[in-house]
């Protein structure tokens, strides 16, 4: 009986994760301003974590759109979009963790 090697099988598994993840990474590339912006979700008057999690994360996909499709992109804007965008995922994602550990206590 062939039993496989553990290191084939590591090399294996990492080939195929790698290769999706590139797979994904050109869809994301190929996707229009229009097909990203359509993702954002509405704001409620108190949006939960999750949907300021997602929304942070389309707003940072926008600006690499803008910053791969757009001539003469104001670099500035672009930076303070991802870095706004970065603090409201990082907040998000603090308050989902302090919610998860309430529950449990």
């Known amino acids: 009986m062939f039993v496989p090697h ?5 090399v ?3 080939t195929l994760l790698m290769a999706s993840w590139g797979g994904d990474q050109w869809r994301r590339h190929l996707q229009t301003w229009e097909a990203i912006a ?3 979700q509405p704001m409620a ?3 939960s ?3 300021r999690f997602r929304s942070a994360g389309v707003a940072m996909e926008l600006a690499d759109c803008a910053e791969r499709r757009c001539l003469g992109v104001d670099r500035v804007a672009i930076a303070a979009m991802r870095e706004d965008a970065m603090q409201v995922r990082m907040a998000a994602a603090k308050a989902m963790i302090r919610r998860s550990g309430s ?3």
């Open 6 to 10: 553990p290191q084939l099988v590591c």
């Open 12 to 14: 294996a598994v990492s």
């Open 38 to 40: 359509a993702r954002v």
């Open 45 to 47: 008057a108190s949006p």
């Open 49 to 51: 974590a999750w949907t």
């Open 103 to 105: 529950r449990r206590a």
